[in-house]
C-alpha cells in the first residue's frame, strides 16, 4: 500500500516458559502511515511494550521470540533480517524512547558527547560537525543554554529536561519512524504538556510517523490519528481517533472509556467500573479473552474466540456482537454504557 | 464554615539539612513544606495536587507525624498534637493512618495477608488470635477480597488486589482520619476506577476524613470536596473542587489545570504550556516563588512574597495579581 511506513501483519511475539509459550503479543497485525501517529493503548501487562520491542527487534535482547508475522518497514521485512542490519535501522530510521529517560542516558558521558557519538554511529561526519548539530538538535527540542547545557551530564538534569535530551538523542538522525514507549508517564502534566507539544512540533517539521504507546486515553486522543486497543496480547479494537471516541464498540473500549473520571462529570458518583482484572498471559480463558469481565458475554464467547473484523469503514473490532453471524447483536448494543 | 476542623494545620514547616559530604556540615535547607496553614473538615476529602516535589507527601507524613515537623502546629479534634504525652500520641496513631502509591514495595512479601491486614490490631489492640482473624475477615469483605485468600502472600494478588489490602490494613482500627498518598495512581484506570469507588464507599459508611494526594488531577476532582494547590513548599490556592476547576485564580493552578489531557478528541482546549522546571526547593526564587515562570509577573512579584487571602467564599489565593474569575458558562 502506498502511504504505509510500517506494516505489521500478524505478528505474534512470546516467551518460552515451563508451561510452554507465553505469547505476549498474538497474531497482531497494525499499520502506520508517513507523518501519522498510531497510538497503542491498553492497561499493563497488555503486550503495548512487546508489540514496540519487536518492531525494533530488541525483544531478542529481553528474550523474546517472534514466532510468527512480518513487520514490514518501508517494504523491507524486519522480523526477517539480521541484528546485524538491524544496528543500521535502529537509530538512522527507525528511533525509540522509553518512559525512563535514565535507562537511555549514560552518566559518565556529556550529553553534547552522547547526541554527536549518536549521529556519527551513522553518519560519517567529522566530530566538529557533529557536536555542532548535536547543539541544534538540543536546541531543537528546547533545551535553553544548548552550547552549555551540551557539556552537563545526566544527573544535572531534571526529569523533563532528560526526556528532551532523549528525544533529541532519537531524532538527531531524522529517521522516518519514532517509537515513544510511554514517553510521559513519570513526568507531571505540566512537564508532560510540553514534551507532547515538542512531539507534535517535530513530527511537523521532520515529517516522521510516531508510534506512541500510552495509557492515557487523554494523551491518545490529543496525539493520535489512529488508534490501537490491546487487550491481554490482542488487538481487540482499532479505528481513527474520532471512530474510537465517538463510536467505541468492543466491550473493553468502552469500559476503559466510561471508567475514567472525567473534568466536566459529576463528582463524587459511583465511577463505571469493569469488574475483575486482566488476566496473565500464562492463564487466559478459553473464548474470548475479556469474557471473563464482559457485560455483553454469551455462550459464544466462552468457547470461541473472535477476529479482528472491519465492521464498519476503516474500523475494526474483535468481538462477537460486530461479526456478520452476530450481527442480530449490533447496532446500539455498545453504546448503551456509553456515557460520554 | 465556622465548625473546628478535624486537622488543623497552622504554619507548618518542614526543612530537609543539606550536609556537604566531607565535615557533614549543614550548608543550607530544602524547605519541602514552608509555612502551610489549612484544615479538613470531618468527613471530607481533600486533595492536594502540585508538581512533583513540591511537598505534598512531606506535608501528609508530618501531618501524621511520621516525620517531625521544623516549626508549626498541628491540631487533631482540637488538641496540640506538638503537646501530647507518649499515652496520647498511641491513640492518635490509631486515629491516623496512610496509605500508599506502591501497592508492591510496602506490603511485606514474607507475610500472609492474614498477619498483614491484622497486624496494626495486634500492635495496639489486646484482642485474642480468634478475634483478630474475624476482624480480619469482616475488613477483607469490607474491602471486596476474598476473605478465604488470607493464608496467601502478597505477590498472588494483582495490583488492584494490594492495594485493597493496603486499605484494608489502613481502616483496621477504625482510625478518623487517612492520608492517602498516590494510592490510586499506580494502578491501571479500569483498576482505579474500582479502588476510588471503594475509598469513597467507606468514606461514607464510615464517616472517614481523606488527605488525597496525587497527580492525577481527573481522579482528584471526582473524589475531594476541597483541593488545595502546592507549589515549591506552598499552598498557593485552596478551593471548593467545582470552584477551583471552574475558576482557578492563580496562574499555577490555571496552568496546572490547562496542561490535563482531556479524553475527548473534540475538545482542542488552549492549553498555558509552562516554561522550564520547577526550580529547586533547596533554592526557591525570592519573592513569589512562581514567578520565573509566571507570565503575568511585575516587578512587586519578584521581591514581595505573597500571603494566602481570601477572595470569595471559601476560595484562599496567593497571588499578587490574581485572575479574573469568570463565569461558570464562560469555562465550561
Ligand atoms: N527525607 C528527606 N531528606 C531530604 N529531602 C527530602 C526528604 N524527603 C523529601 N525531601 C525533599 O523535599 C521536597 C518535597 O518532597 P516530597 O516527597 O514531599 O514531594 P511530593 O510533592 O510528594 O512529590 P511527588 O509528587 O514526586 O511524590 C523534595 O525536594 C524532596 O527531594
Ligand atoms: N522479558 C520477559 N520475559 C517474560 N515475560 C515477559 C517479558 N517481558 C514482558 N513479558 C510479559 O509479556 C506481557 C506483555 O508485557 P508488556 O508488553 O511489557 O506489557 P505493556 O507494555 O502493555 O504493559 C506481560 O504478561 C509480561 O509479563
Ligand atoms: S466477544 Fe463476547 S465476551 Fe468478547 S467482548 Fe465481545 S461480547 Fe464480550
Ligand atoms: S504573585 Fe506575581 S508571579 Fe506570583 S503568581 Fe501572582 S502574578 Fe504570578
Ligand atoms: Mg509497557
Ligand atoms: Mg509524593
Known amino acids: 500500500m502506498a502511504g504505509k511506513l510500517l506494516e505489521i501483519q500478524n505478528l505474534t511475539t512470546g516467551f518460552v516458559t515451563e508451561k510452554g509459550i507465553a505469547k505476549a503479543t498474538d497474531r497482531i497485525s497494525l499499520s502506520v502511515e508517513k507523518g501519522k501517529t498510531l497510538c497503542i493503548v491498553g492497561e499493563s501487562g497488555s503486550g503495548k511494550s512487546v508489540a514496540s520491542l519487536s518492531i525494533m527487534r530488541l525483544v531478542d535482547y529481553a528474550g523474546g521470540t517472534i514466532f510468527e508475522g512480518s513487520i514490514r518497514f518501508n517494504g523491507d521485512d524486519l522480523a526477517a533480517k539480521s541484528q546485524k542490519d538491524m544496528i543500521n535501522i535502529r537509530g538512522e530510521h527507525i528511533a525509540m524512547i522509553f518512559q525512563d ?62 526526556q528532551r535530551v532523549v528525544i533529541a538523542m532519537a531524532l538527531v538522525c531524522k529517521p522516518a519512524l519514532l517509537i515513544a514507549d510511554e514517553p510521559t508517564t513519570a513526568l507531571d502534566v505540566t512537564v508532560q504538556a510540553q514534551i507532547l507539544e515538542l512531539l507534535r512540533r517535530l513530527q511537523d517539521e521532520l515529517g516522521m510517523a510516531i508510534v506512541l504507546i500510552t495509557h492515557d486515553m487523554g494523551v491518545a486522543a490529543e496525539m493520535a490519528d489512529r488508534i490501537a486497543v490491546m487487550y491481554a ?24 472509556l466510561n471508567s475514567i473520571p472525567g473534568l466536566e462529570g459529576t463528582r463524587g458518583e459511583e465511577l463505571y467500573t469493569i469488574p475483575g482484572t486482566i488476566p496473565s498471559i500464562n492463564n487466559l480463558p478459553a473464548g474470548c479473552r475479556f ?9 459464544r464467547c466462552r468457547h470461541q474466540e473472535p477476529g479482528l473484523n472491519e465492521y464498519r469503514t476503516d474500523h475494526h473490532v474483535a468481538c462477537w456482537l460486530y461479526s456478520s453471524e452476530g450481527a442480530r447483536n449490533t447496532a446500539g448494543s455498545a453504546s448503551e454504557v456509553n456515557h460520554l | 464554615m465556622t465548625q473546628q476542623p478535624l486537622i488543623d494545620v497552622r504554619n507548618l514547616k518542614k526543612y530537609f539539612p543539606i550536609k556537604t559530604g566531607l565535615f557533614n556540615r549543614v550548608v543550607g535547607h530544602v524547605k519541602a513544606v514552608d509555612d502551610v496553614t489549612f484544615g479538613i473538615h470531618q468527613g471530607e476529602t481533600f486533595g492536594l495536587v502540585g508538581e512533583s516535589g513540591c511537598g505534598k507527601s512531606t506535608l501528609g507524613r508530618a501531618i501524621l507525624q511520621l516525620q517531625k515537623p521544623t516549626s508549626g502546629e498541628v491540631l487533631f479534634d482540637g488538641r496540640s498534637v506538638q503537646q501530647m504525652n507518649a499515652k496520647q500520641l498511641r491513640h492518635l496513631r490509631q486515629d491516623m493512618q496512610i496509605i500508599f502509591q506502591d501497592p508492591f514495595g510496602s506490603l511485606n512479601p514474607r507475610f500472609h495477608i492474614r498477619d498483614i491486614i491484622g497486624e496494626p490490631l495486634r500492635v495496639h489492640q489486646q484482642v485474642s488470635a480468634a478475634e483478630i482473624d474475624k476482624r480480619v475477615v469482616e475488613l477483607m469483605e469490607l474491602v471486596g477480597l476474598d476473605a478465604t485468600r488470607r493464608n496467601r502472600y502478597p505477590h498472588e494478588f494483582s495490583g488492584g488486589q494490594r492495594q485493597r489490602i493496603g486499605i484494608a490494613r489502613a481502616i483496621a482500627l477504625n482510625p478518623r482520619f487517612i492520608v492517602a498518598d498516590e494510592a490510586v495512581s499506580a494502578l491501571d484506570v479500569s483498576v482505579q476506577s474500582q479502588v476510588l469507588n471503594l475509598l469513597m464507599k467507606l468514606q461514607k459508611e ?9 497527580h492525577g488531577l481527573n481522579v482528584v476532582r471526582h473524589i475531594s470536596d476541597r483541593i488545595g494547590v502546592m507549589y515549591l513548599g506552598r499552598l498557593v490556592e485552596v478551593g471548593r473542587t467545582e470552584e477551583l476547576f471552574a475558576n482557578p485564580r492563580h496562574p499555577y493552578t490555571a496552568a496546572l489545570l490547562s496542561a490535563i489531557p482531556r479524553p475527548s478528541p473534540h475538545r482542542k482546549q488552549e492549553r498555558i504550556v509552562l516554561q522550564g522546571d520547577v526550580p529547586s526547593p533547596a533554592n526557591p526564587p525570592a519573592g513569589c516563588r512562581f514567578h520565573p515562570r509566571c507570565i503575568y509577573a511585575q516587578d512587586k512579584c519578584r521581591v514581595l512574597s505573597p500571603e494566602l487571602v481570601t477572595l470569595a467564599s471559601e476560595h484562599q489565593v496567593a497571588c499578587h495579581y490574581p485572575l479574573e474569575a469568570l463565569s461558570h458558562s464562560e469555562v465550561i
Open chain 1, 101 to 162: 529517560p535514565m535507562s537511555a542516558l549514560n552518566p559518565v558521558f556529556t550529553i553534547g558527547d552522547q547526541i554527536a557519538e549518536s549521529l556519527q554511529l551513522h553518519q560519517r561526519i567529522s566530530r566538529p560537525e557533529a557536536w555542532r548539530q548535536a547543539i541544534d538538535m538540543l536546541q531543537m527540542v528546547g533545551i535553553p543554554d544548548p552550547e552549555l547545557r551540551a557539556k552537563q551530564y545526566p544527573h544535572e538534569m531534571s526529569g523533563g529536561m532528560r
Open chain 1, 233 to 256: 496480547g490482542k488487538i481487540v479494537e482499532e479505528g481513527t481517533v474520532l471512530d474510537i471516541f465517538d463510536h467505541p464498540s468492543h466491550p473493553y473500549t468502552i469500559g476503559l
Open chain 2, 206 to 214: 464510615l464517616g472517614l476524613t481523606f488527605l488525597f494526594i496525587a
Open chain 1, 291 to 299: 469474557n471473563p469481565r464482559c457485560v455483553k458475554a454469551e455462550d
